[in-house]
């Protein structure tokens, strides 16, 4: 009598067990069915972090307003006005033949550019492409060779985050300056007797502060090279 008992009390505990087992068990699966979909949907259609850009893109009009700016005053020889141009931090970096070189293309800063006209230092800016001299210029015989050789305010094409001028130098501002954005303006050719050979342009790159203000970071130059 006694193991019977046992038996029905050792039943009963089973089947309260399993009952409430399974209850939980459906409970939790009502549960999780129930959430938003959209919440599931939306994590899954997000992009990585690692594919969003590290600031907004400014938008073309404007980036072709600022670029004006600057090409008018190194047009101007106002440097005071071009150095509120320049990014504050990084600087702005000097190219004279398309390949950008981040270990020896020099760069300045905005107080160093407001003194450019009055800065009589005489920098190594590189070497001359086939005779492989020095370039020893100041600040503004640079500006005069090798950024404004042209009047690029009156460039046939110009083109947004886009090289036009292409010759046997490696174009590399979209691996150097990753993130930015530039401005590139080009003369196919400057006088027809040439045949070409005396192309030229100037790309003008731009980044943004902390701020998200867009300031000048690079001028790169580009010719026919041999």
Known sequence: MKKAFVLCTSALVLFIVVGVILLVGQHGLVSRSSRPIRNTMAAAAAPSSSLQPSAPLCDDAFLLEQAGLVLDAIADRDYTALSKLVHPVRGVTFTPYSTVDPEFDLCFFPDQIADAESDSTVYGWGFTDGRGSRISMTMEEYFDRYVF????????????????????????????????????????????RKGGLDWCALKLVFAPTEKNEWRLVGLIHSEWTI
């Open 149 to 192: 050789d042209a009047d690029f305010r009156d460039a046939p094409e110009v083109s947004i985050d886009q090289v036009k001028a292409s010759g046997n130098a490696l174009e590399n501002v979209a691996d150097v300056f990753s993130g930015c954005r530039f401005v590139e303006y080009y003369f196919p050719e400057r006088d027809s």
